[in-house]
């Protein structure tokens, strides 16, 4: 048994779409919430920049004495994720191997597209971890980087937020796919609209695969809490607190709780 709470970061508010499904799977569990928005997006940033950040938003995590750390960030952990393993000695689960697996399985041999941020695509490492299950698979991939600001500004809904996925999507729909991974965690929260782009297209998100992935590890560590009373979640952001409780309130529900603005330079991250 480990009574201690899970780690979860992402470069923003994407990150929540994993902590709904955590908070679904494993009700009894405590959650520790890292969302950088100070400096979102990831995608647009350099491979050595990336990997710092995800540092030290492992090292405030361990710093507030989590159990494990789960990196919801797509872009993390396309670049980051095995530094960040070899970096600090607690479990690490990051999200793009439980996606490639759900994607696989859902096509069935049909066509996977893969949407997501500059840097998880020109990382390849969804394509890798598709072909390692299934190397007869054909991929398509593109780029859509305005969707994580859209999705920061809480712009779900909007007729423009419509039109600009209509336009990323036109690329998928053409090459008539079967299956459409959402390849970063901001994106979920625009699955309504993309559903309805994209009709007849199974949408893979990684938020529901991870949580599973979480579960199966903690079940077989003994990694449980002793406690059978409802979990908390708390919330850390690095900038705009007030923005991101209001987005964080839309979907979370009543389990949102008001995030807490704290500065990330005080933390030393990357020390075993």
């Known amino acids: 048994m480990d009574n201690r709470s899970i780690g979860v970061f992402d470069s923003g508010l994407g990150g929540l779409t994993v902590v709904k499904e955590l908070m679904r799977a494993l009700p009894f569990e405590n959650i520790t919430y890292l969302g950088d928005t100070a400096r ?4 647009t940033k350099t491979k050595e920049t990336i ?4 540092l030290e938003n492992t090292g405030f995590l361990r710093h507030k004495g989590v159990k494990m750390a789960v990196v919801a960030c797509n872009t993390s952990s ?21 996606g490639a697996k759900a994607a696989v399985k859902a096509a069935k041999g049909r066509t996977i597209g893969v949407i997501g941020t500059k840097a998880t695509i020109s990382s390849g490492a969804y ?12 991929i398509f991939v593109r ?38 991974v959402l390849g970063c965690t901001h994106y979920p929260l625009l699955k309504p609209l993309i559903k309805k782009i994209m009709p007849g297209v199974g949408i893979i998100d990684s938020a529901g695969e991870t949580a599973r992935e979480v579960v199966s590890f903690i079940g077989r560590k003994n990694f449980q ?3 059978k009373i409802k979990g908390r979640a ?3 952001v690095t900038d705009t607190p007030e923005a991101f409780n209001k987005v964080g309130k839309m979907f979370l529900k ?3 709780v008001a995030a807490k603005k704290i500065a990330l330079k005080s933390v030393k991250g990357g020390v075993k």
């Open 254 to 256: 009543k389990s949102m």
């Open 51 to 54: 990997i710092r950040f995800s």
């Open 143 to 180: 780029a859509a980087p305005l969707l994580v600001p859209l999705v920061e500004e809480g712009w779900l809904k909007e007729k423009e937020t419509e039109a600009v996925l209509r336009k990323y999507l036109r690329f998928f729909r053409e090459r008539k796919i079967g299956v459409l």
């Open 40 to 43: 979102t997006p990831y995608g």
């Open 127 to 138: 394509e890798s971890a598709i072909k390692k299950i299934s190397p007869k698979t054909r």
């Open 225 to 227: 809490r002793r406690s």
């Open 234 to 236: 708390r919330f850390f």
């Open 78 to 98: 396309a670049i980051a994720l095995k530094k960040i393993k070899s970096s600090f000695k607690m479990p690490v689960i990051g999200v793009i191997d439980a």
